[in-house]
């Protein structure tokens, strides 16, 4: 795609990208309809500057029922003073706004999926216009890209910071210093089921640093998983030397997604009754769950099998699976720090 071919986006930034100081502004996306003719969605940005450093742009609410990164960002907005920067912050806390406010993966606007959406579009639906904003202006500032995720709804991880396998090699040994720098307990080579639309792939393709994180799920965040995506966050801009200090490295367990053995997708609905819990060592063969028919008594229960051995690293929440939902991914151990 030749993006100098692309409309100007129709977002505008009331902060100033190349002012020092601190700066609390919005984007301002245009959307016009029933309640609002001339309306807009405003979506929360700071800018924190000071000296020459680098940049580092830190988002959260990519999608919009994941709880860590806005809980650490808006936290982590008000607190920072330009004093302790050296270099530039840029902090997107829920980057899907309007996903954000009605507490669902998707947006209640156009039900546009923010990572499914990149590099985006100036000229379509409110999501798209987003992903453009972020892939023609945000990430191009910025010399490193932090994206936090969880579970939301409907998956529960172990808390984990991520990168990917790059065709760079550098690069992707930048992107897991970074991870390693963010300390969080489990920290994941990460394979994607499809990652096609994705921030991350947007991000990687421009040659930037960037770490992702799983930090728990079930459609709410954890005092401890909010403690781990603040003390990460800080980690990853004293590794980038944005803040002073070396980063408080706790001990991690390096894990490993190795093929797609490692997804286990339902073929069946019904009630899900796990055999084990998030961390667990299973072997190939083990139970990870059993599957229960549930419109009559007396139906036995389907097992579904660990196809590798590894620890439970991802499940599905809540109580009741369908047909095609993400049951289970199994991860290896490849090292404890
Ligand atoms: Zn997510």
């Known amino acids: 795609m030749n993006n100098a071919a692309l409309r100007p986006s129709p977002i505008t930034p009331s902060v100033d990208f190349d002012a020092k100081g601190v700066q609390h502004g919005h984007l301002r996306l245009p959307y016009s309809r029933d309640d609002s003719a001339w309306g807009s969605v405003m979506i929360p940005i700071c800018v924190i500057a000071n000296g020459e450093g680098p940049t580092a742009l830190l988002t959260g609410a990519n999608h919009g029922d994941e709880y860590e990164g806005p809980a650490a960002l808006f936290e982590l907005a008000q607190a920072l003073k330009p004093s302790e920067v050296n270099g530039r912050i840029i902090i997107v806390p829920a980057l899907n706004y309007p996903a954000f406010r009605a507490g669902t993966r998707t947006s209640p606007i156009d039900r546009g999926n923010l990572n499914r959406s990149f590099p985006g579009r100036p000229d379509g639906m409110v999501t798209e216009k987003i992903a453009d904003y972020v892939t023609r202006h945000l990430i191009p500032l910025a010399d490193i890209v932090l994206d936090f ?151 036995a229960p389907i097992a579904y099998r660990a196809a590798m051995d590894g620890v439970l690293a991802a499940r599905h929440v809540p109580g009741l699976i369908k047909a095609g939902d993400c049951l289970s991914v199994i991860a290896t151990v490849t090292e404890e720090t």
């Open 149 to 299: 995720h969880s579970g939301g709804r409907t998956l529960d991880f172990l808390p984990y910071a991520a990168a990917h396998e790059l065709p760079d090699k550098d690069q992707e040994a930048r992107c897991f210093a970074a991870v390693a720098a963010f300390a969080a307990p489990f920290s994941m080579k990460m394979l994607e089921i499809d990652a096609v639309g994705m921030l991350d792939t947007t991000v990687e393709d421009m040659g930037k640093v960037f770490v992702t994180t799983e930090l728990g799920g079930a459609g709410t965040a954890t005092a401890r998983s909010i403690e781990i995506a603040r003390k990460g966050s800080l980690n990853l801009l004293r590794h980038a030397g944005i803040l002073s200090g070396e980063p408080d490295r706790a001990p991690t367990r390096w894990l490993d997604m190795p093929s797609s053995e490692c997804f286990t997708f339902a073929e069946d609905e019904g009630l899900i009754a796990f055999a084990v819990d998030l961390g667990d060592a299973v072997r190939t063969g083990d139970v990870v769950a059993h599957v229960y028919p549930v419109g009559k008594t007396g139906i």
